[in-house]
């Protein structure tokens, strides 16, 4: 069964850091590109960030572009963001999840694999 844990989210304030982890099992971690997500309270879920199976390629939405890192460590089956300077409007709950790329270079969760709890994070101002 695959599975996504999230976890190292907190309420900090803003300017301040966070990392998250997301550990994952049931799958052959290594062959799969990853990508963060996050939903904000009444607003549609939206990709973040993502990192190929290598850990080489990484993209960032231009919300979080320079203030996010996404790293992998394929050993540990288990992807991170870290978060700097963090905004009030960072607040949401993030989620992990197996990518790929379409024809048109857009990075999509996989429809048939289940997400995980998620953790929240919130940013007071």
């Known amino acids: 069964e695959v599975q996504f844990v999230e976890s190292g989210g907190a309420l900090v304030q803003a300017g301040g850091s966070l990392r998250l982890s997301c550990a994952a099992s049931?799958?052959?971690?290594?062959?799969?590109?990853i990508g963060w997500f996050r939903q904000a309270p009444g607003k549609e879920r939206e990709g973040v960030s993502y990192?190929?199976?290598?850990?080489?390629?990484?993209f960032y939405a231009d919300s979080v572009k320079g203030r996010f890192t996404i790293s992998r460590d394929n050993a540990k089956s288990t992807v991170y963001l870290q978060m700097n300077s963090l905004k009030p409007e960072d607040t949401a709950i993030y989620y992990c999840q197996a990518v790929y790329q379409d024809l048109k270079g857009r990075w999509l969760p996989y429809p048939s694999v289940s997400w995980g709890q998620g953790i929240q994070v919130t940013v007071s101002s």
């Open positions: 990192i190929s199976s290598s850990g080489g390629n990484s």
């Open positions: 049931g799958f052959a971690f290594d062959d799969y590109d």
